[in-house]
T-cell receptor, first 118, second 114 residues
Framework: ETGVTQTPRHLVMGMTNKKSLKCEQH?????MYWYKQSAKKPLELMFV???????ENNSVPSRFSPECPNSSHLFLHLHTLQPEDSALYLC?????????????????FGPGTRLTVL | AQKVTQAQTEISVVEKEDVTLDCVYE???????LFWYKQPPSGELVFLIR??????QNEISGRYSWNFQKSTSSFNFTITASQVVDSAVYFC???????????FGQGTELSVKP
């Protein structure tokens, strides 16, 4: 595998389900990100992890719970979602200078998980 | 407040035409970074360019060129002699130094017809 991979590519879930999205980067980067891309809305940065530590949580509802067990893996745990949470969820990674200089550099994106909440 | 505006929602051109995608940004910081990304139908965003606020030199890379003007807070992207493979959604983004925030514009969907 190369670059950034995401699984599953498509997910349909009910509002009471619990599911997880997985992201893996094979680039040796030290920062990883979750984005939400909804129709007709700009890309929204949800979570930022630097050196496996969450640095930024951009006012995301608690029904989204990220986890970064190591520098190569990032998860997004989902529970009791709403239909408006249906979107494309993108993972990205980059190599940054440190926690105080994030989001300066080129990000490499995965193909995304298309989530539909019924 | 930090903001990125891409006023053109959709642009349609015929192959070999030149096309410019506009990006206007707002920031209170003096140090910031601007980016352009391309999102083809496959969904993965692909990095095109990064520019920091202290470097106003225009850049050319093959058929792509970028015009950064701090006086008008704009960072426009021009594709010369467009090709069908250029069809994608293009995003402009702004990162303010040290704030840990990256703001994307709404995106411009470019359609290049043969």
């Amino acid at each position: 595998e190369t670059g950034v991979t995401q699984t599953p590519r498509h997910l349909v879930m009910g509002m009471t389900n619990k599911k997880s999205l997985k992201c893996e980067q094979h680039l040796g980067h030290n920062a990883m990100y979750w984005y939400k891309q909804s129709a007709k809305k700009p890309l929204e940065l949800m979570f930022v992890y630097s050196l496996e530590e969450r640095v930024e949580n951009n006012s995301v509802p608690s029904r989204f719970s990220p986890e970064c067990p190591n520098s190569s893996h990032l998860f997004l745990h989902l529970h009791t979602l709403q239909p408006e949470d249906s979107a494309l969820y993108l993972c990205a990674s980059s190599q940054e200078s440190g926690k105080t200089s994030l989001l300066y550099n080129e990000q490499f994106f995965g193909p995304g998980t298309r989530l539909t909440v019924l | 407040a930090q903001k990125v505006t891409q006023a053109q929602t959709e642009i349609s051109v015929v192959e070999k035409e030149d096309v410019t995608l506009d990006c206007v940004y707002e920031t209170r910081d003096t140090t910031y970074y601007l980016f352009w990304y391309k999102q083809p139908p496959s969904g993965e965003l692909v990095f095109l360019i990064r520019r920091n606020s202290f470097d106003e030199q225009n850049e050319i890379s093959g058929r792509y060129s970028w015009n950064f003007q701090k006086s008008t807070s704009s960072f426009n992207f021009t594709i010369t002699a467009s090709q069908v493979v250029d069809s994608a959604v293009y995003f402009c983004a702004l990162s303010e130094a040290g704030r840990g925030k990256l703001i994307f514009g709404q995106g411009t969907e470019l359609s290049v017809k043969p």
